[in-house]
């Protein structure tokens, strides 16, 4: 009993110890893959952390190296505060007035502009194609080395291994010398020190040492530092999930606080981060509710074999009792054996955890072992803390059988043995019957309440989970056991069992003890609530999955530009008319622009569709056109007009669910339509659509579109938007 104590007490801390280290790697997997669609779609590195500043042009040199070591040391200081994971640290300084003083300028044209930068590490991210790297310091001759991008070369007219002159715009009375000795390339384009792109952010830059640019060049009076820039990329993949709400206020304070300081400021991961803080108060919330019902039953399990343990023991606590051995002397046998049992389980518990995450983060769903990543579970204080309230609540649940047990001496313990079975207080007060009535009323309650969701309009009745759905079973199967437990079993299968499963019901509802009870009733919550809680897991992945295919619709969907006579036409006047809007002075409104349009019949050219059918691997496909804000407009239907409130206005739960409506406000059309025209035979090829979510299936609307169509323009609308028009 004590190893299978221990074992039970193992199994509770691992159980308790998963939920930080599940739940985190959960939460992280879930932000990673929104952060790696985010710069799919985008092109942004979601982890970029971008300040600015820019400088005022009439300080001195020393002045502007003053300044931009506090604007960096500003910078640093609050990226500290948020404490995430850096991934790597960007310093650029650059003047974006200067121009080559040493070329000669042909008449009507003006000196070669270009700007000089420096960044920090860029050696470390560039492959050099032509030349070498250049070397950080002045030579002995007075020349300052740099390198440069082909676009850059090209955009400003420069050789490379040619030394140039350069000056100020503003001042050229001082000069200093400049040489390219090397043409470079991006070594890696997936590399987070280029998110903000090369040669869009970077098109006429020449880099050269930060170091030199900050002291030498700035202390010449040639070079005035025009803009500082720090940047940083975080490592979101290592990111701590559980501090995630202070870092999103941080965030919005920095925001306000380089804003006061006149620094630009942008990360793009902040809006993400804030819809994620919502949305993983949802998963943890879906993360208990399947975790607490597998506690209660360990616990449960730790309380059973407990009392077993008493049970065997009883006879030798009585014996300590008329002995006289004290209540307290006695609990603290039992105590310090739970106690060195906890101490144990706080040892090995946590890392049992680590291991069944590691087993869970291979699954895809109950015994559904898939190849891919597993999830990035680590071992952290959290976790520990876990086990070790476990480990209290659990050692508390041992604690209390034995308690009764010592108030028994060995005269009282020898005549229970005679005395006849009392009856359970449960038993008295018909809780089977109270178990079943408040399930099935719950179970009639939830029908009703999503039948009226529906009715309502409010179709989307999954997005959050009733915790009473898995309290409401756990009664039911409760009632199932109580039903099973009595002799009523043994009764109904008289002529059915063999001798021997005739006894063993019988012992089993006939129990003096409890300990059949209680064993029984384990194994049934034990099998009953594991299948239970499987399904319901499996169903809500499920659902997710159906969720997505539903909004596709099919396996791939392609969006085809058309070319249209609009688009022809505006590459053929808009130059002509804004060279004569400049010669005028005037300038071309959008609203005339779009009279002009109105004006004519804009002609559409399909494009090809026989080379989608021709894809390798691609079975079948079909066109579909979409237009959204398509008007309607009839005589035979009175489109009402609801009153909405202004985006001024704060609105309510009841005004996004309001469908009543003003008859006597109505009007024959409406613009706030999707129309989305098809080929029904090439589109029942190609769509996906569940049968149960339709009264019939999907292809005879299909059918009866195709028919209809022969005679005359017909249209099919979903019942909510017929409802919406009043067209029933």
Known sequence: MVLCLLIGFVMASAMMSTIPIYMNASLQRMLVKDLESFQTEYEIYPGAYNTSYGLKMDISGSEQQKAVE???????????????????????????????????????????????????????????????????????????????????????????????????????????????VGVFDVK???????????????????????????????????????????????????????????????????????????????????DI????????????????????????????????????NVEQERNEIAVFKSRGASRLQI???????????????????????????????????????????????????????????????????????IFPATKTTIVEHKQSKAKKKKHALWEKVCLDFILVGGSVGWLYYYNKTQEKLVAEGVTDTTATVNPIMFVASTAFILYLWSVSYKDISARIGRRVWSPAQYVSLTNIGRSSTGRERFLMLFLVLTVSLGVFFANTARALNRN??????YGVGC?????????????????QTTPQNASQAAQSGTKQTSEESDEEDTETTIQYVEPVFERFEKLAGVENVTKVFRKDDVTIS????????QQTKSDDEEKTRDDFLDQSVDTSSGKSSTSNVQLMTIVPSDFSKVCKFEDRLLPVQLNNYLNALAEYTRELSSLQA???????????
């Not at 007075?142 to 140039?164: D, F, P, Q, R």
């Not at 396996?555 to 590459?571: C, G, H, N, P």
């Open 70 to 180: 506090n604007y960096n040391n500003k910078v640093e200081a609050k990226f500290k505060e948020l404490g995430l994971p850096e991934k790597l640290d960007k310093k650029y300084i650059s003047d974006e007035y200067l121009y080559v003083r040493s070329l000669a300028v042909s008449d009507g044209n003006s000196q070669a502009r270009f700007t000089l930068g420096g960044m920090t590490d860029i050696s470390d991210h560039i492959s050099i194609k032509q030349g070498r790297m250049f070397t950080a310091g002045k030579r002995s001759d007075g020349v300052y080395e740099c390198v440069a991008t082909e676009k850059a070369m090209k955009s400003t007219e420069l050789a490379i291994n040619t030394v140039y002159e350069i000056a100020d715009v503003f001042d050229d009375n001082k000069s200093i010398k400049i040489e390219i």
């Open 555 to 571: 396996d791939a969907v392609l969006t085809e530009q058309w070319y249209s006579s609009k688009i022809e036409s505006a590459q």
């Open 544 to 549: 997710a999955e159906e969720s997505v295919a």
């Open 188 to 270: 890696d384009e997936n590399d987070a020190y280029w998110a903000e792109g090369l040669d869009s952010q970077y098109t006429a830059v020449v880099f050269t040492d930060y170091d030199t640019m900050l002291g030498d060049c700035v202390d010449t009076g040639v070079v005035n530092i025009t803009k500082a820039v720090h940047n940083y990329a975080v490592d979101y993949a290592s990111m701590n999930m559980t501090d995630l709400a202070s870092t999103n206020e941080m965030i919005a304070k920095q925001k306000t606080y380089f804003g006061e300081n006149s620094i630009g400021f942008s990360m793009p991961a902040s």
């Open 331 to 401: 609990m603290g046998i039992y105590a310090l054996e739970s106690l060195v049992l906890g101490v144990l389980t706080v040892i090995i518990g946590p890392f049992a955890g680590l291991g069944l995450c590691k087993v869970l983060g291979a699954s895809n769903g109950f015994l559904e072992f898939v190849n891919r990543r597993s999830l990035p579970v680590h071992m952290t204080i959290e976790a520990v803390v876990y086990a070790a309230i476990a480990v209290a609540v659990f050692f508390v649940t041992t604690m209390i059988p």
């Open 273 to 308: 981060l804030k819809d994620y803080e919502s949305r993983s108060s949802q998963l943890q919330l879906v993360l208990w509710l399947l975790q607490i019902p597998v506690i209660l039953m360990i616990i449960f399990y730790l309380f059973m074999v407990s009392q077993l």
């Open 634 to 641: 009839s005589n035979k239907m009175n489109v009402p007009r």
């Open 718 to 728: 979903s019942r909510a938007t017929a409802w919406s028009l009043v067209i029933l």
